[in-house]
């Protein structure tokens, strides 16, 4: 599967427990998006990565959630101490590097996504 | 200003017809626009993305941009009832650094196509 793979696709927790999101972006790709989606609302950033380093995290709470891309490994979005707040889909996307010439072009192609609840 | 705006509809056309779908965009600088299908429950799929001014044509799907007025729609061609879902409009802001490479969306239209 040359996707961008996510998991779990379903999670429940508990509030007060943590919840630990992973994404594998497509192969060949090092750019890597979190997205959030609440009920009825739209999809809204929340951090950008590329491989051991956090480019953009304007979109992220500043408590509770972290995200990591290490050298090895899948994409982690951790959060802490969830609440019934944070019930949502998770979508990672991913982008290939690009060259100079190509600067403006950004497909992003998304995973499946892990639905959150938070009971 | 919403910074990307849609119509919410929901958008109802009969099977056969052309569904034409509408976004707007706040920044001039913006330079990437792209069109995304979700359906109930899935994750969003990329289906059209421009980057000119005019018509780009894809199948049964037109994307139009027209960066003076800032806006960008999306035409779909003899629909069909699968293509009943919400229409995301994505555009890539240019971010305050200029070099902001996240998307941001609107909130999407809702099209069902009737059989």
């Known amino acids: 599967n040359a996707g961008v793979m996510q998991n779990p696709r379903h999670l429940v927790r508990r509030r007060g427990q943590e919840a630990r999101l992973r994404c594998s972006p497509m192969k060949g790709h090092s750019h890597v998006y979190w997205y959030r989606q609440l009920p009825e609302e739209g999809l809204k950033f929340m951090v950008y990565?590329?491989?051991?380093?956090?480019?953009?995290e304007s979109g992220m709470p500043k408590e509770r959630f972290s995200a990591e891309f290490p050298k090895e490994g899948p994409s982690i979005l951790r959060i802490q101490q969830v609440v019934r707040g944070d019930s949502a889909a998770y979508f990672c996307?991913?982008?290939?590097?690009?060259?100079?010439?190509?600067?403006?072009?950004?497909?992003?192609?998304f995973g499946p996504g892990t639905r959150l609840t938070v009971t | 200003q919403k910074e990307v705006e849609q119509n919410s509809g929901p958008l109802s056309v009969p099977e056969g017809a052309i569904a034409s779908l509408n976004c707007t965009y706040s920044d001039r600088g913006s330079q990437s626009f792209f069109w995304y299908r979700q359906y109930s429950g899935k994750s969003p799929e990329l289906i059209m993305s421009?980057?000119?001014?005019g018509d780009k044509e894809d199948g049964r799907f037109t994307a139009q941009l027209n960066k003076a007025s800032q806006y960008v729609s999306l035409l779909i061609r003899d629909s069909q009832p699968s293509d009943s879902a919400t229409y995301l409009c994505a555009v890539r802001l240019p971010g305050s650094s200029g070099s902001a490479r996240q998307l941001t969306f609107g909130s999407g239209t809702q099209l069902t196509v009737l059989p």
């Open positions: 421009i980057y000119s001014n």
């Open positions: 990565l590329q491989k051991e380093n956090i480019i953009d």
């Open positions: 996307a991913s982008s290939p590097r690009l060259q100079p010439r190509d600067r403006g072009y950004y497909e992003q192609y």
